[in-house]
């Protein structure tokens, strides 16, 4: 059973930072591309960040550029996302995803920044 769990979310102040973790299970995680995408209360869900399979190549959306770093361990089957510097516009809800043969998404964990 494919299953991908995300963690990590929670309430925290401008300024600050929280560090997400996706644990996957039931596929081959080190052959899928894993990217965390985000979605804000009446909008569209949009990428984040993503890294290849192998952890070599990463990209980032525009805006959070030089405060969130995604990474991956490989034998623990886990993608990170440590996130600094939020800002209350970062407030979503944060699904990752894997894609490869197939397309997998967890269900989300909520982040909220606000003093």
């Known amino acids: 059973q494919v299953q991908l769990v995300e963690s990590g979310g929670g309430l925290v102040q401008p300024g600050g930072s929280l560090r997400l973790s996706c644990a996957a299970s039931?596929?081959?995680?080190?052959?899928?591309?894993m990217s965390w995408y985000r979605q804000a209360p009446g909008k569209e869900r949009d990428l984040v960040a993503a890294?290849?399979?192998?952890?070599?190549?990463?990209n980032y959306a525009d805006s959070v550029k030089g405060r969130f770093t995604i990474s991956r361990d490989n034998a623990k089957n886990t993608v990170y996302l440590q996130m600094n510097s939020l800002k209350p516009e970062d407030t979503a809800v944060y699904y990752c995803?894997?894609?490869?043969?197939?397309?997998?998404w967890g269900r989300g964990t909520q982040v909220t920044v606000s003093s």
């Open positions: 890294i290849g399979s192998a952890g070599g190549s990463t």
């Open positions: 995803r894997a894609v490869h043969l197939f397309t997998y």
């Open positions: 039931g596929f081959t995680f080190s052959s899928y591309a």
